[in-house]
């Protein structure tokens, strides 16, 4: 297979996305399980993230806002990715 470089260089890109069609070799990369595995590490660290801000004098409340809101969508994509195995 002949694989092609990236358009541009000077922006990173997640390894998890790649210009490659899906049944290739790189599919089987990450895993269903491995990535609820990391959205739960990433949700996980998001709420300590919140239970530290809130803990602090002069908690930011804007700043808490937006960990709350990408916990929440952290957790969306959990869910409708545990949804999408159970069809399957």
């Given at each position: 297979?002949?694989?092609?470089?990236?358009?541009?260089?000077?922006?990173?890109?997640p390894?998890?996305?790649?210009?490659?069609?899906?049944?290739?070799?790189?599919e089987?990369?990450?895993?269903?399980?491995?990535?609820?595995?990391?959205?739960?590490?990433?949700?996980?660290?998001?709420?300590?993230?919140?239970?530290?801000e809130?803990?602090?004098?002069?908690?930011?409340?804007?700043?808490?806002?937006?960990?709350k809101?990408?916990?929440?969508?952290?957790?969306?994509?959990?869910?409708?990715?545990?949804?999408?195995?159970?069809?399957?």
């Amino acid at each position: 297979m002949v694989r092609r470089p990236p358009e541009r260089l000077d922006k990173a890109s997640p390894s998890c996305h790649t210009w490659l069609p899906f049944n290739t070799e790189t599919e089987g990369n990450m895993t269903l399980a491995g990535h609820l595995a990391e959205l739960s590490e990433k949700h996980r660290i998001l709420e300590a993230r919140i239970q530290e801000e809130m803990a602090r004098p002069g908690a930011d409340d804007l700043q808490i806002s937006r960990l709350k809101k990408e916990k929440l969508k952290i957790k969306d994509e959990m869910i409708k990715l545990q949804g999408d195995s159970r069809q399957h």
